[in-house]
């Protein structure tokens, strides 16, 4: 989303028919700073400037905006719930406050509002998602490699498996990469010219 500048003035808080209310942006950038501290302040201004903006699209564009972000959620719902992947406590107690704002109808802007009712939902998302995106990303590496040996009929993997086979294979890597870095023979002038006898 195109998201300006904060600015001193806040005369612009309004969503459609709601009026933004102090308190509740401030909800929302409380949440939003406890899933990732680095995240941007939003302030109603903004807030509203987005809404225009997208209210000033095509439905088919909008939904297509608003779904390329709420899209992403299906990956941190299955990763939550996957019997073989564990996330440290503190990210999966993000995903979880996360997923409950979004699971709320009821929040900056109601869910049910036309047009605007979920353009707060993909503002968190995509505003917490730099602080989930690695994890995903290798949620997802994970998952390729457990189909990859559920086709090759080996047993099924765990995340440490997984962890593991992917140390190594990135010591493998290293290994060759300081191999191929080396001269093959150790010595010597390089600009001696080579002779057969």
Do not use: K
Request: aromatic share 8%.
């Amino acid at each position: 989303f195109p998201l300006p500048t904060a600015r001193s003035d806040h005369r612009r808080r309004q969503v459609g028919d709601l009026v933004l209310t102090s308190s509740a942006i401030g909800a929302f950038n409380d949440l939003l700073h406890e899933l990732d501290p680095d995240a941007p302040h939003i302030d109603a201004d903004a807030v509203a400037t987005i809404a225009r903006w997208l209210g000033g699209l095509d439905e088919a564009r909008r939904e297509f905006l608003l779904q390329a972000r709420l899209g992403r959620l299906n990956e941190l719902r299955a990763m939550r719930v996957d019997p073989g992947w564990s996330s440290d406590p503190a990210q999966t107690q993000r995903i979880d406050r996360l997923l409950a704002y979004i699971d709320c109808p009821d929040d900056l802007i109601p869910d049910n509002m036309p047009v605007y009712g979920l353009l707060d939902d993909a503002l968190l998302v995509e505003l917490a998602w730099p602080i989930l995106a690695d994890e995903v990303e290798d949620y997802r590496d994970f998952c390729r490699f457990r189909a990859e040996a559920r086709r090759n009929a080996r047993p099924a993997l765990d995340q440490a498996t997984w962890l593991r086979a992917r140390m190594e294979e990135g010591a493998l890597w290293e290994h060759l990469h300081h191999v191929h870095e080396r001269p093959y023979v150790e010595g010597g002038d390089p600009e001696r010219e080579l002779r057969v006898r």
